[in-house]
């Protein structure tokens, strides 16, 4: 729960992207977890847990893997009693992974409090928080693949430190940096050993490869025996003897250590530390249901209210003076001035890192249009209006009745039959419309549906000042048609059309008539 909160008059505002660094919550060998908030319009903000790669090791391609595995494989993952991973990101300030914050204790935290105070923790309360451990990696070892094939998770680092206990009464299982599965990115060398000693069960100390489930079972074992005798099982003075009892000593009986327990309780935690693994439980599940149906009847169980007074009563102090030290921290950040990323000696150069912000889920993405020149943008608009009026202009040219034709006849010459439809726009084309019906004193009702042969005779003369390819000289006797149409005789045959001379072959056909008909008929 103790954070140190960030230097910000010696080092200012410190960012690493769109998220602002406030405090420091906890360092390790591999990396640091920060306290960090993300802002938005109409004062949005939230909480996030920052965990950043170390600098010098961002050029490590072992760790980086390491640590682009654990976000990978943990992202998959989504259960209440699993700490979410939420954005994985890389930038010059290095790799880091966006988690969810809890607002709470590490479950070793817990018992060290209650060992400095000389008490316990209380055997509901440790129960409850290893049957929430259980249940969180048991949805870790159910992940599977794009198939629907387990891709046999093994966290290979359960212990206390990486048990998260929040003031919500929640407890979360966290921390897959060294987690084994089928698709990770590394592979442990041979003998060397992942995870905590203390914490190992003896297939995994004997550095055995093939670790299934039934390795992270044995230790949740210690976990719980541990957490209800409030003493440590294999921890020795060295690395070398705390092997020596992970392999070979007798495991002490947790009801001779801790005798006020249920039998029921004592002997379930006692089969989860069977080193034979065909002995344990085979699942954390059934690991869970057997803790609870020995903890339910004897009352030794937490609801999860009751885990909300512990923490309250253990942390409720300390953690309002934390959310007061940050508000005036906030209060006091917003009157400086944002700086672009980590202060410059916990910076890392842009050649270390590896693998791109472009290459990374959230780590800012390039906008559209950025980076192309004001002076250009405007050139690309001023060439799309030209564009726009030249088609308009073509268009106009192409379909106006106003244009002149080709045959040097105005087209806006007004017909003497005051009938705007016998104007002649399309002369070099032979086409049956009802205008041409019209002009020769027919409707276009009387016209026939199939067209006569060439060479059938008709009853008409043919009206060369109408149908004449070659202008006339004047324009008044272009027409032989009256001003006033009449209904044709009913005794009177219709003529043919094709009983009209011909135009003469060799002329061309008008380039404006590109459709060969007056669209507006």
Known sequence: MATKLLNIDAGGRQHIDRYELIAEIASGGMATVYLARLTGVGGFQRFFAIKRLHPHLAGEKEFVEMFLDEARLAAGIHHPNVVPILEVGASPNGYYLVMEYIEGETLARLLARAAARSTRLPAPVAVRSGLDMLHGLHAAHELRDETGQLIGLVHRDVSPQNVLVGSDGITRITDFGVARAASRLTATRVGQLKGKLAYMAPEQAAGIEDLDRRADVFACGIVLWEALA????????????????????????????????????????????????????????????????????????????????????????????????????????????????????????????????????????????????????????????????????????????????????????????????????????????????????????????????????????????????????????????????????????????????????????????????NPYR
């Open 230 to 517: 409030q003493k440590r099982l294999f921890k020795a003075e060295n690395e070398a003897a705390t092997l020596s009892r992970v392999l070979n000593e007798p495991i002490p009986s947790l009801l001779q250590v801790a005798p006020h327990l249920p039998q029921g309780i004592g002997r379930v935690v006692m089969r989860a530390l069977e080193r034979e693994p065909d002995r344990r439980f085979a699942t954390c599940a059934e690991f869970a249901d057997a803790l609870e149906a020995a903890a339910y009847p004897a009352g030794c169980l937490a609801a999860p209210r009751d885990m909300q007074a512990y923490m309250q009563e253990v942390l409720g102090e300390e953690i309002q003076q934390q959310r007061e030290a940050v508000r005036a921290w906030i209060a006091k950040s917003e009157s400086l001035p944002r700086t672009t990323g980590l202060s410059a000696n916990s910076s890392v150069s842009s050649a270390s890192v590896a693998l791109t912000s472009h290459e990374m889920t959230g780590s800012g993405s390039t906008r559209t249009g950025e980076g192309i020149p004001a002076w250009l943008r405007g050139v690309g608009l001023v060439a799309l209006v030209v564009l726009g009026a030249a088609g308009f202009l073509a268009y106009k040219r192409l379909w106006d009745p106003q244009v002149p034709s080709s045959t040097g006849v105005s087209a806006a010459e007004p017909a003497p039959s005051g009938d705007p439809q016998l104007v002649d726009l399309d002369e070099p084309v032979r086409t049956a419309d009802p205008g041409e019906s019209a002009a020769s004193g027919e409707s276009s009702a009387d016209t026939p549906s199939t067209k006569p042969s060439e060479g059938e005779p008709t009853n008409k003369e043919p009206e060369p000042a109408v149908r004449e390819a070659t202008p006339p000289a004047d324009a008044g006797t272009r027409r032989t048609a009256p001003p006033k149409r009449t209904a044709p005789a009913p005794s009177r045959p219709q003529p043919p059309k094709d009983s009209e001379p011909k135009p003469e072959p060799p002329k061309k056909k008008d380039p404006f008539d590109g459709l060969s008909q």
